[in-house]
């Protein structure tokens, strides 16, 4: 279950939290949210490099921990981001002559997702227990309907995702 609720944060201002279940299905505090929408990611070429060592990916959002399999990815703007082992596959297909699961260049998957961008700052807490984004005013939560939420920026999204409804 998403669970959100406010608290105050470490700079002593309100801000929404998040976690995100781990379970595949949409959460319904954002497909229940009036201004919720529903998006496509936009095929995107992105550089993928899967680790081999635990280690921590610093993110515009905030630090997120990587476990050995999973892609730390490189798109837009240079800006990393981390995708589980588990869920890579279901994201991402490589391009040739980089082959499925080998460090290299890859396509996004145009995949479904619900979206809802808020107007007050805002945390996302990973499945993981520990990694934890941070969101600005302005900013998108994204559901991407396996478990997991992420963050991105209002102008990052204008250029990956494709509003549908």
């Given at each position: ?29 954002v497909s229940g ?129 494709e509003i549908s409804?």
């Open positions: 279950m998403y669970d959100s609720k406010r608290r105050e944060n470490n700079n002593g201002h309100n801000a929404l939290i998040f976690r995100c279940s781990g379970k595949t299905g949409f959460s319904p505090e949210h009036p201004q919720c929408v529903e998006a496509r990611k936009l095929e995107r070429q992105v550089e993928v490099r899967f680790t081999d060592i635990e280690c921590i990916v610093r993110t515009p959002e905030g630090s997120v921990r990587a476990h050995p399999g999973d892609a730390i990815v490189t798109g837009n703007g240079n800006h990393q981001w981390r995708v589980s082992h588990a869920k890579f596959a279901h994201k991402y297909r490589p391009l040739a002559p980089t082959a499925a699961g080998e460090s290299g260049h890859y396509m996004s998957l145009p995949n479904h997702i619900l979206a809802l961008q808020l107007q007050q700052p805002f945390e996302v807490q990973l499945a993981d227990g520990v990694s934890k984004l941070s969101g600005h005013a302005g900013d998108w939560l994204v559901d991407y309907g396996d478990g997991s939420l992420g963050i991105v920026a209002r102008d990052i999204f204008a250029t990956t995702y409804s």
